[in-house]
C-alpha cells in the first residue's frame, strides 16, 4: 500500500470519528421532545412539566372533568402528601405511542428510574395514561400521581 492510500484511510477514519461523536453530542443535548399545541402528547408533556415543578394546582387541571368530580383538589394533594415516592429523584418519561382515535386514547409511557445508591443504575417501567378531548383539551382521564395510577378518591373515613 502506497502512504497516499495509507494517509487517505487514515484521513476516513478520522473524519468518520469525528462525525460520530458530533452525532452523539447533538443527540445528548437535544432535550425533550416538543409535542404540537393541541396534542394529547403536550397535554401530558405539560402536566409532568407542572408536576415536577411541584405545582400541584395546575397538575389537578390537566385531569378530566370525571376524575376532577371524584376527586377535589384538596383530595389530590393529600393523596399526593400519603405518598412518600411522590415526588422521586431522577427519571426521565418517554412518550411511546398513542393508541385509540377520536375523543379517546391511551398514552403508552415508558419511565426510567435512576438509582443513585446503586452504581447509577437504572431500570425501565412500562405506564398508560387514559385521555379524553374535553372542550378545552385534552386531559387525563384517571387520577395519577406523577404517572403512577392514584389512590381511589380520598375518603376520611378510612
Known amino acids: ?28 443535548n437535544r432535550g425533550p421532545a416538543q409535542f404540537p399545541d393541541g396534542t394529547p402528547q403536550r397535554a401530558m408533556q405539560d402536566y409532568l412539566a407542572a408536576w415536577k415543578d411541584h405545582d400541584l394546582d395546575t397538575a389537578y ?36 405511542g398513542v393508541e385509540g382515535s377520536g375523543d379517546r386514547i391511551t398514552l403508552h409511557l415508558t419511565v426510567e428510574h435512576y ?22 383539551g385534552w386531559k387525563l382521564d384517571r387520577l395519577v400521581i406523577g404517572v403512577e395510577p392514584g389512590p381511589l378518591p380520598f375518603d376520611e373515613s378510612l
Open 115 to 136: 438509582a443513585s445508591g446503586q452504581g447509577g443504575e437504572s431500570y425501565r417501567t412500562p405506564a398508560t395514561v387514559p385521555m379524553v378531548r374535553e372542550a378545552d
Open 1 to 28: 500500500m502506497t502512504s497516499r492510500a495509507v494517509t487517505s484511510i487514515a484521513g476516513a477514519i478520522v473524519a468518520l470519528v469525528v462525525v460520530a461523536a458530533a452525532i452523539v453530542l447533538v443527540a445528548a
Open 61 to 96: 387541571g390537566f385531569f378530566s372533568t370525571d376524575v376532577r368530580s371524584a376527586s377535589s383538589l384538596p383530595d389530590y394533594r393529600r393523596s399526593v402528601d400519603g405518598e412518600a415516592s411522590a415526588f422521586p429523584g431522577e427519571e426521565a418519561i418517554y412518550i411511546d
